[in-house]
């Protein structure tokens, strides 16, 4: 027997104990290991490695500043110390992939099902989990044509929506229009020199625009079956899908005119976009969390160029990540959990939306919104007709079995900027248009008492009880109607003024 045929049977064999330690292993899921291994095919994966942060000390912190600066040295400092034996392994094995912080993890672009199990041997790993790519639902059609005719009635100087929750009697009466205070958003990207958007831009000035640190593409490669109107790995703002120009200007839109479209519009944002024609990844979507945790130059290192100190302050996801199907194509259920939990412990307040799955009960089924403890969902209520929109999802969550949404906001027929300088209402319903609202508040609140800021808990409490509450008669996970919070209308309608003077009288 030659020596070149004894090495492929050697090779031949290991590989073959090694594939099959792997089907027997917990740390891969059944049905993604039947379907590597069955098929022969690469899937993209992210390996999440047994030590993760213990960041309970953050607690202690007082300020935000001081609370990110902890959590981004715990997390980067775990992940530079722990992760080199397994890069080591894929370097071996020509394999590209993303290191990941804020998840101890490792994203692996398209191994083979041996090279997955040898990674799932490993000691330091805990679990293999799919990364594939996920397409984002259309938003809900408009079966109400009666709220956009409603909506051309409004004689206020604000959107009727913002006019709505009362953010405009806040700007009026207070003089807190959200001065101070740095939202974000990870969505289809947003056209940042917009005439509502660009003078909110933390990267642009009247002098000088610069993206570093207020901008980042998490899209490096191309995922969806059609090509992006944006460039891959763009180093300036882009929207490719119009969605996350919509959401911002509900929080911070306005262009100095006729145009007040937000409900903050002298807070700053920043953003990152997580889909590639509105298909996006598990890892894109954490890696847009680590860039709010610690922003970094466009095409900065994250581990070692991360500056806690420019993150922002509120995160809107009008987003969601099913939970695997049959084809593991979403979410494995919960590795969304201590990225959250990373976020709180920095003091960023994350709102999500619900989704758009109701009117059933329990249609809080994709991640963020269904890790209720970690998150402030919002469903969408239809203002100009007073009823719960009917595609809002409904809880309890899927996941955990909480109550959600948390509060409603306006989400049917909303008026918000486009790319390409325009502003569109027609078809912009669902709880994507309704989370932007909520986010705009936090930024409100935090603007009218600095002492609040980086309190998520606190702020969360004060959001919830100054909401109008509304009553549920579908009884969905309680068998009493007159419930508050329910699982429709969570604690209820928001109030920006309520919210507002609830935060100007809070104290520690």
Not at 106 to 115: F, L, S
Not at 245 to 263: A, C, F, P, Q, Y
Not at 320 to 339: H, K, L, Q, S, T
Not at 361 to 368: A, E, L, M, V
């Amino acid at each position: 027997m030659s020596r070149l045929y004894r090495l492929s049977t050697i090779c031949f064999c290991v590989s073959l104990f090694l594939m099959g330690s792997a089907k027997a292993s917990p740390k891969i899921s059944e049905s993604f290991w039947k379907r590597v291994s069955a098929e022969g095919k690469a899937a993209s994966i992210l390996v999440v490695l047994k030590e993760q942060a213990d960041l309970s000390d953050a607690s202690q912190l007082e300020s935000k500043e001081e609370k990110g600066r902890y959590v981004y040295d715990e997390l980067r400092e775990l992940a530079l110390k722990t992760q080199s034996g397994l890069i080591d392994l894929l370097d071996a094995e020509s394999l590209d992939y993303t290191r990941l912080y804020i998840l101890n993890a490792i994203a692996v672009y398209n191994p083979k099902a041996d090279q997955i199990a040898a990674i799932a041997a490993r000691d330091d790993v805990a679990r293999i989990i799919p990364d594939p790519n996920i397409k984002m639902p259309a938003l809900p059609p408009e079966t109400d044509m009666l709220n956009p005719i409603l909506a051309l009635l409004s004689d206020s100087n604000a959107g009727d929506n913002i006019a709505f929750t009362e953010a405009e009697k806040v700007w009026n009466e207070t003089g807190v229009r959200g001065e101070g205070i740095v939202v974000a958003g990870q969505d289809t990207g947003v056209e940042w020199d917009h005439p509502a958007l660009i003078q909110q831009y933390r990267g642009s000035n009247t002098t000088l625009v610069n993206h570093n640190y207020h901008w980042f593409d998490a899209i490096r490669f191309q995922v969806s079956a059609s090509k992006s109107r944006c460039p891959y790995n763009s180093t300036v703002p882009c929207d490719d899908g119009d969605h996350g120009t919509h959401t911002m200007g509900t929080i911070v839109g306005s262009d100095g005119d006729e145009n007040l479209i937000g409900m903050a519009p002298e807070a700053k944002w920043i953003a990152c976009r997580n889909m590639d024609d509105g298909v996006g990844r598990p890892q894109f979507y954490i890696e847009c969390f680590q860039f709010f945790l610690a922003p970094h130059p466009v095409n900065g290192n994250p581990l070692t160029e991360g500056d806690p100190d420019l993150a922002p302050h509120v995160i809107n996801n009008s987003w969601g990540c099913p939970e695997n199907g049959a084809n593991n194509e979403g979410c494995a259920g919960d590795e969304m959990r201590p990225v959250l939990a990373a976020m709180k412990a920095a003091g960023i307040m994350v709102v999500v939306s619900a989704g758009n799955d109701g009117s059933a009960c329990s249609t809080i089924n994709d991640q963020p919104a269904s890790i209720s403890d970690l998150s402030f969902s919002v469903g969408a209520y239809a203002h100009r007709t007073s009823e719960i929109a009917k595609f809002s999802s409904r809880g309890p969550s899927l996941l955990d079995g909480g109550i959600g949404p948390d509060v409603v906001a306006p989400g049917v027929s909303i008026r918000s900027a486009v790319p390409g300088h325009k502003y569109e209402q027609a078809w912009w319903s669902g709880t994507s248009m309704a989370g932007p609202h909520v986010a705009g508040l936090v930024a409100l609140m935090w603007s009218a008492n600095p002492a609040l800021i980086g309190k998520v808990d606190e702020t969360g409490d004060l959001i919830r009880h100054s909401s109008k509450g509304m009553y549920d008669s579908n009884l969905c996970g309680t068998d009493d109607w007159k419930a508050i919070p329910n699982n429709t209308y969570g604690y209820g309608i928001i109030n920006a003024w309520n919210s507002v003077n609830a935060a100007l009288n809070w104290t520690k």
